[in-house]
């Protein structure tokens, strides 16, 4: 529950300069569940540049056994290096075939590649010969146990199902940028034939519930992107639900070309935020960004997960569906991503980076889309995405494609942008000041100013807003480098309204990325880091202690490293950690007891009042968030569970905090935060 749902991007070795490219590969695979292992025919069709190689490089992991390799039907001398596999005798042709028969085991700890008895699934790069790629075509025989079913790139050309063994042959003759997976094994399957091409969903037998609003829903957002972008370009498209290990921690889902594999928590989670069908939407976008229009690691980020997030905002914005998930200024990770900055942590848009660490990228990248739509307008914007579908199809792109592109249909210079929001780090912090209202005849003039705060340099357009009772009043304003290149940092405004204002508000709608207060929840948790748990050893430490244990194995599994100690030992050094956890009442806890008075709700014995009411119900647990006391971005959160009868569960939940009976939701709510930087209250 913890575990954000985005995809993990494989891109081919665009820029990776070898003398040949992999154009297509025949490859008949055997898997054996029993012994863990595999065995191979790998027919590569490579094509050779100028000058010819005599020589080519390919990557084989070590523990396969390399039986035989033939070139053009000739036998080949190779040799090995780890995983480098050197095969020499390469003819002089624009075009060479590569036999290569090998097999093993794979007993060993991969993140992308496993083989049990109920079912597999591979990564293409750890299980075929790889190198630069530029897939023209691609079919794979898979050959496995006959009560399974196989999923991988393409259309299933051919199976054929014997007592003890089934064959698939899938096929594809369309560019593609990477093979993807492969997922096989025993699985509950339905689906439907609709105007975009067939879908599929492919469950364990316990999830399978889950088939019947998963497809019309997936149907729905592959038809809307197909109307908006371009047409869906597979002929078919699958959903594979794969067990929680794949991918490692922090992923939910993973896009391959013409298919999805969902981890099974997003089918089991009680998390709205993570259910199945929050994340579709973001991962059905990657058929397009990255597996339409082909970019490199170095532009993934804003490309590629960026793209996809924000693909996701416009299918729910459509469709009236819209959640925290695309909310942007609400967002879950917002909070997170502005202490990650704060901290000086952040990251360029436009660097190679494993995002699957960094969840925050993905609201980052899809906010600055959200703020180029704002800055070219929606006709343009839509029409970007479009013309970019359209004119990079099955080519690898890099950000300066897109830029110029978004120039040129926009009729503006866009450099500013770019190298604010994408080329370099940093968002700017804004003020508000020198508000003044005035009645005058019968309406209400408030003037004000707006500045960028600090040194650092930005452009920056959007809306003051003036509230008053009967609604909100806006005026645009533009701060930093105008049409002649004079830089302003400080501008004007002066809003007229015919009742008098409450409040005057810097960028009322939250379409800025920038620098501003708020309330500490537990959602912010939803980003993982380091914690300490502290566990009270007054009263009841095993009770607490058996808490903290199963909350820190559900926050393992989504990238969190916990550390736990008991009370007794704790520092000042300990406190100063970003994230801690402290278990137990004050009479329980001898650091809660210390620290009670920091929180907005405290104890009274067994008894704790909330807005005015006592609360003693002995079945409750009081969680509460704040900011660290002792670290600058830091935040601290309190589980008090009332008695040994109380069986919390420490999640997300979009509040600062809540009064818990087991999993249900007694009360909740957000502690109030002023910033005196946006808002200005009208006495």
């Not at 050959?143 to 050309?157: H, K, Q, S």
């Not at 364990?204 to 592959?222: G, M, R």
């Not at 494609?401 to 040129?408: H, I, R, S, T, V």
């Amino acid at each position: 529950m913890w575990t954000a749902s985005f995809c993990l991007l494989t891109c081919g070795l665009a820029d990776e300069k070898t003398g040949f490219e992999i154009v297509s590969h025949n490859a008949s695979l055997r898997i054996y569940p029993s012994s863990n292992s595999i065995s191979c025919i790998d027919t590569l069709v490579l094509k050779l540049s100028e000058p010819r190689p005599q020589e080519i490089n390919v990557r084989l992991f070590p523990w396969f056994s390399i039986e035989n390799i033939s070139v053009d039907g000739r036998q080949a001398d190779y040799s090995r290096d780890k995983e480098i596999l050197k095969i020499k005798d390469i003819d002089g042709d624009s075009l060479a075939s590569v036999v290569i028969s090998y097999s093993g085991s794979l007993r060993y700890q991969s993140e992308f590649s496993k083989i049990t008895p109920e079912r597999a699934v591979l990564r293409a790069e750890e299980i075929f010969p790889y190198t630069k790629s530029a897939l023209q075509s691609v079919q794979l025989t898979l050959i496995v146990p006959g009560n399974w079913e196989t999923i991988a790139l393409g259309e299933l050309l051919l199976r054929n199902t014997t007592q003890d063994s089934s064959v698939f042959v899938w096929g594809s003759n369309m560019p593609v940028a990477t093979m993807g997976w492969i997922c096989a094994g025993k699985f509950k399957s339905n689906g439907i034939k609709s105007e975009n091409g067939n879908i599929a969903i492919h469950l364990f037998e316990e999830d399978s519930s889950s088939a019947p609003n998963v497809i019309p829903y997936t149907a729905d957002v592959l038809k809307f992107y197909s109307e908006k972008f371009s047409p869906y370009r597979f002929p078919k498209l699958d959903i594979v639900e794969v067990e929680d290990w794949v991918a490692g921690r922090n992923v939910l889902a993973i896009a391959a070309p013409s298919f999805i594999m969902v981890k099974k928590q997003a089918f089991t989670t009680d998390d709205k935020f993570n259910k199945v069908q929050s994340i579709l939407a973001h991962e059905i976008a990657h058929q397009w960004w990255s597996h339409t229009v082909f970019v490199n690691d170095s532009d993934a980020a804003f490309l590629s997960e960026g793209m996809c997030e924000y693909s996701a905002h416009l299918y729910n914005e459509s469709h009236g569906t819209m959640t925290l998930r695309d909310s942007l200024n609400r967002h879950p990770l917002l909070r997170p991503l502005l202490m990650r900055i704060q901290q000086g942590k952040d990251v360029p848009l436009r660097k190679k980076a494993d995002l699957r660490s960094l969840l925050t990228h993905y609201l980052k990248a899809a906010y600055v889309h959200h703020m180029l739509r704002n800055t070219i307008g929606d006709t343009v914007f839509l029409d970007l995405y479009r013309e970019y579908a359209r004119r990079f199809s099955l080519k690898y792109v890099d950000m300066n494609n897109f830029q110029k592109l978004a120039g040129e249909l926009s009729h503006k210079k866009l450099d500013w942008f770019f190298d604010e929001w994408v080329i370099n780090p940093g968002i700017p912090r804004l003020k508000i000041y020198n508000v003044k209202s005035s009645e005058r005849e019968k309406e209400w003039i408030t003037r004000g100013r707006v500045r960028i705060a600090g040194y650092d340099k930005f452009t920056i357009a959007g809306f003051v807003g003036v509230k008053t009772a009967g609604g909100l009043e806006k005026k645009y304003f533009r701060l930093g480098a105008d049409s002649t290149g004079i830089y302003r940092n400080d501008v004007p405004f002066e809003i007229a309204t015919k009742e008098k204002p409450l409040r005057v508000m810097l960028d009322p709608d939250g379409d800025i990325l920038k620098i501003q207060k708020l309330s500490s929840k537990l959602s912010d948790l939803r980003d993982p880091s380091f914690g300490l748990m502290i566990i009270g050893t007054l009263r009841n430490r095993e009770h607490l202690l058996k808490l903290a244990k199963s909350d820190s194995v559900e926050m393992d599994k989504g990238g969190w490293s916990i550390t736990m100690k008991y009370d007794t030992s704790v520092t000042l050094a300990d406190l100063q950690q970003e994230r801690v956890f402290i278990y137990g009442k004050p009479e329980e806890n001898r650091v809660a007891a210390e620290l009670e008075k920091k929180f907005p709700f405290c104890f009274r014995n067994d008894s704790v009042e909330i807005n005015g009411e006592i609360i003693s119900d002995s079945t409750l647990t009081l969680i509460q968030v704040i900011d660290n006391p002792f670290v600058a971005n830091g935040t601290m959160t309190w589980i008090a569970p009332f008695s040994e009868k109380s069986t919390p569960e420490l999640l997300p939940y979009d509040a600062s905090w809540i009064l818990l009976k087991g999993k249900e939701e007694i009360s909740s709510g957000t502690w109030e935060v002023k910033d005196e930087d946006l808002v200005v209250e009208i006495k």
